[in-house]
């Protein structure tokens, strides 16, 4: 298993510009997240999901976007970044069991 | 979701036992305690949970005191690869879809 992937590992926008955070597992996990990691930080919860076509906010989701129309792949939206989004980006799964969370390698994005 | 207090930072010799302090002194009766650890600037990684009673597991050993107020994350034989942050969370759902993280504990393992 390829457990939790994240497609891009580095990116740069300018801003203005929208992009999509890409993030795939292969667990069958009915839960997954979005969480943003900034400098000497702890993570913060961006939108989760407990399944297929269900989504929430977490505790920072203004600038974000999320759907799930798999239980595979959960795509985090930036509609039109801004500086203040520059960030590492962290998608992580968990199954219906509970109790572990899985973390993908995490995105690295920077915007200009 | 109840909040945690943990120490910025904590420095622990190798080959001794590390004990990671947290408090958590409002949880509820049906909130659970996670530890995760993220090494350098990898994802981060489950460690242990645990509820009411003391867990262990090849990673390390949780225990929680009998009012359940605080915690201790034990790593019994520290290695240089445990120099990590580590994170204590409370949180009401017992599957963890939608963690928390405060700043948690740096561990520096030194030889």
């Known amino acids: 298993n390829a457990g939790v992937t994240q497609t891009p590992k580095f990116q740069v926008l300018k801003t203005g510009q929208s992009m999509t955070l890409q993030c795939a597992q292969d667990m069958n996990h009915e839960y997954m997240s979005w969480y943003r990691q900034d400098p000497g930080m702890g993570l913060r919860l961006i939108h989760y999901s407990v399944g297929a076509g269900i989504t929430d906010q977490g505790e920072v989701p203004n600038g974000y976007n999320v759907s799930r129309s798999t239980t595979e792949d959960f795509p985090l939206r930036l509609l039109s970044a801004a500086p203040s989004q520059t960030s590492v980006y962290f998608c992580?799964?968990?199954?219906?069991?509970?109790?572990?969370?899985?973390f993908g390698p995490g995105t690295r994005l920077t915007v200009l | 979701d109840a909040k945690t207090t943990q120490p910025p930072s904590m420095d622990c010799a190798e080959g001794r036992a590390a004990n990671l302090p947290c408090n958590h002194s409002t949880i509820s009766g049906n909130e659970y305690v996670y530890w995760y650890r993220q090494i350098h600037s990898q994802g981060p990684q489950y460690i242990i949970h645990?509820?009411?009673n003391n867990e262990t597991n090849e990673m390390a050993s949780l225990i929680i005191t009998e009012d359940r107020k605080s915690s201790t994350l034990i790593l019994p034989h520290a290695t240089l690869r445990d120099t990590a942050v580590y994170y204590c969370?409370?949180?009401?759902?017992?599957?963890?879809?939608?963690?928390?993280f405060g700043k948690g504990t740096s561990l520096l393992v030194t030889p």
């Open positions: 645990g509820l009411k």
């Open positions: 969370i409370v949180s009401l759902a017992s599957s963890g879809y939608a963690l928390n």
């Open positions: 992580a799964s968990e199954g219906l069991a509970g109790g572990m969370q899985f």
